[in-house]
T-cell receptor
Framework: AQSVSQHNHHVILSEAASLELGCNYSYGGTVNLFWYVQYPGQHLQLLLKYFSGDPLVKGIKGFEAEFIKSKFSFNLRKPSVQWSDTAEYFCAVRMDSSYKLIFGSGTRLLVRP | NAGVTQTPKFQVLKTGQSMTLQCAQDMNHNSMYWYRQDPGMGLRLIYYSASEGTTDKGEVPNGYNVSRLNKREFSLRLESAAPSQTSVYFC???????????FGEGSRLTVL
């Protein structure tokens, strides 16, 4: 079955540390890839997206993600996290022309001041 | 900027009761979605409507029904609520297919 995996369920970092959150999907066809963020008490917002072209995409708030097709991965990175990055991060994948957007189980990030 | 509006934001039901979650978007989007969010399971698609007049099942449709009332509104109905339906429900919309989704603030439902 098609699936999206986020292996890190909880991550705790200190401010200024570097961040990398993993996302893998199981599908061999064309994919569109997304990272969403949910700040405490708020709804989900789009961080960044990949449809085609340069596999390194930049999003809001200094986040970036790299699509590695051979590894079926779309990891999220940020060189230096801030306390305000504390949130839950969701990877999502659209497979072929499906209307369905499949989400991973999420990673809770806590950034300590 | 209202975006996607969901009502109610909180609801407590007893097992067997019915209720409808309402969702409206003011962005003239074609596609609308209902997801549920459960701890450790991310968001799972319940139903979606690719365009006005169409609805399709997602990953977890059992126990739910939907109505795409018009282009703006997409409601989710629980005919006979069960404790397993305790969750946070999110409505979302997108302009063309599930590209960028715009989410509502969520509706927290507890079934006792």
């Amino acid at each position: 079955a098609q699936s999206v995996s986020q292996h890190n369920h909880h991550v705790i970092l200190s401010e200024a540390a570097s961040l990398e959150l993993g996302c893998n999907y199981s599908y061999g066809g064309t994919v569109n890839l997304f990272w969403y963020v949910q700040y405490p008490g708020q709804h989900l917002q789009l961080l960044l997206k990949y449809f085609s072209g340069d596999p390194l995409v930049k999003g809001i708030k200094g986040f970036e993600a790299e699509f590695i097709k051979s590894k079926f991965s779309f990891n999220l990175r940020k060189p230096s996290v801030q306390w305000s990055d504390t949130a839950e991060y969701f990877c999502a994948v659209r497979m072929d022309s499906s209307y369905k957007l499949i989400f991973g189980s999420g990673t809770r990030l806590l950034v300590r001041p | 900027n209202a975006g996607v509006t969901q009502t109610p934001k909180f609801q407590v039901l007893k097992t067997g009761q019915s209720m409808t979650l309402q969702c409206a978007q003011d962005m003239n989007h074609n596609s609308m979605y209902w997801y549920r969010q459960d701890p450790g399971m991310g968001l799972r698609l319940i139903y979606y409507s690719a365009s006005e007049g169409t609805t399709d099942k997602g990953e977890v449709p059992n126990g739910y029904n939907v109505s795409r009332l018009n282009k703006r509104e997409f409601s989710l109905r629980l005919e006979s609520a069960a404790p397993s339906q305790t969750s946070v429900y999110f409505c979302a919309s997108s302009a063309r297919g599930p590209g960028e989704l715009f989410f509502g603030e969520g509706s927290r439902l507890t079934v006792l």
